[in-house]
């Protein structure tokens, strides 16, 4: 056999949460414990319940969502859980590319309206207070915490979709702007190139031809243009997602494979 072919692995389904891998509590269990009056575990019950996680998260796309838009299972703690650091992630970008604070400034009126909201005050002021003026420019410390925990999550849920449900961390995983991604970084990001030949310019109609011949360019998924894009590939022996938001920030998760 070919080293470098490698056989299509059998996928796998779970049965509990796509992010914590707890079961999920059946609507028969849930009777039972209300009728014991057992309140403590009735609260762990209901948080078991299984809702669907959009992969990505709808914050980070405008409406119309897109149709194809994929869902995972996914506990109700876990889907509730998110939602705060969805929030910020998604109103840090809207600042960072508008330069500002100011919600009339962003270019994604869906956020300027969850900017503005009375409930996205601490999101607000984390954000302003991670602002740092500099001779070289405008600054913005994320809170990578946050940031990390929704990148992972929505990384997880691409393999998931794809029938690899993830639960340990990646091996590999970092996250940096597009523009801080050195000229060589940027081709084995996009296209999968990372030997030391010469390659045209990044962007280039030639380097896509590179990356077309190579069989890359088309591991990308655009969920919707400039606002999220996606590449889920099965590399040797690992499981690859590159994640790109708003054609600005770039990640990059691996796991060993299952």
């Known amino acids: ?124 002021k984390i954000i302003s207070d991670s602002r740092m003026e500099t001779p070289d420019g405008t600054f913005w410390k994320s809170d990578t915490q946050q940031s990390h925990m929704v990148l992972k999550k929505m990384a997880r849920g691409h393999a998931a979709v794809n029938g690899f449900p993830l639960l340990s961390d990646p091996f590999n995983f970092w996250v940096l702007p597009l523009e801080f991604l050195t000229h060589e970084q940027r081709n084995e990001f996009e296209y999968g190139i990372s030997d030391n030949r010469l390659f045209p310019e990044t962007g280039s109609f030639a380097l896509d031809q590179i990356g077309r011949a190579a069989g890359r360019r088309e591991d990308w998924v655009t969920v919707q243009p400039g606002r999220y894009r996606y590449s889920y590939t099965v590399q040797k022996a690992c499981i690859r997602v590159r994640i790109v938001l708003r054609e600005y920030l770039a990640c990059e998760a691996a796991w060993d494979h299952p």
Do not use: W
């Open 1 to 124: 056999m070919d080293p470098d072919q490698f056989a299509t692995p059998e996928r796998k389904a779970y049965p509990g949460c796509t992010y914590c891998g707890r079961t999920f509590a059946e609507p028969g269990e849930i009777a039972g414990l209300r009728a014991r009056g057992d309140v403590t575990a009735l609260d762990d019950a209901r948080g078991r319940q299984r809702t669907n996680d959009h992969v990505p998260s709808k914050v980070l796309l405008d409406d119309p969502l897109p149709t194809t838009l994929h869902t995972v299972p996914c506990c109700q703690r876990c889907n509730n859980g998110f939602s705060a650091a969805e929030r910020y992630l998604a109103c840090l970008l809207e600042c960072v590319l508008a330069g500002d604070t100011d919600a009339n400034k962003f270019t994604r009126p869906k956020m300027a309206r969850i900017f503005n909201e009375q409930g996205s005050s601490n999101i607000r």
